[in-house]
């Protein structure tokens, strides 16, 4: 079993930075996806950003150049740095871990964002 959790959520002013964790633990194998979503009250969950262990790295255009995915492995971590925060990237955000056919989520971590 896989275990997911989110930290780093909170209020942040536009304009300003937050980092995100997601820590990782059970059985992980050499392949696999991890990747940040959000979701914001009506709207459907939307991916912010992916990272493959394969090497591929995907970002939501809205986000290129202010978010970075990253991956300690040492850690078994996954972190979501983002940078010039707007107002309407308020959200929930989530951890997300694909590997083989099973699909796993942390929780969800509150980001907000003030105007």
């Known amino acids: 079993q896989v275990q997911l959790v989110e930290s780093g959520g909170g209020l942040v002013q536009a304009g300003g930075s937050l980092t995100l964790s997601c820590a990782v633990s059970g059985t992980i194998f050499s392949i696999n996806v991890v990747g940040w979503y959000r979701q914001s009250p009506g709207k459907e969950r939307e991916l912010v950003a992916a990272?493959?262990?394969?090497?591929?790295?995907v970002y939501a255009e809205s986000v290129k150049g202010r978010f970075v995915i990253s991956r300690d492995n040492a850690k078994n971590t996954v972190h979501l740095q983002m940078n010039s925060l707007k107002p309407e990237e308020t959200a929930v955000y989530y951890c997300?871990?694909?590997?083989?056919?099973?699909?796993?989520w942390g929780q969800g971590t509150q980001v907000t964002v003030s105007s």
């Open positions: 997300n871990l694909r590997q083989r056919s099973d699909n796993y």
């Open positions: 990272d493959s262990t394969t090497g591929n790295t």
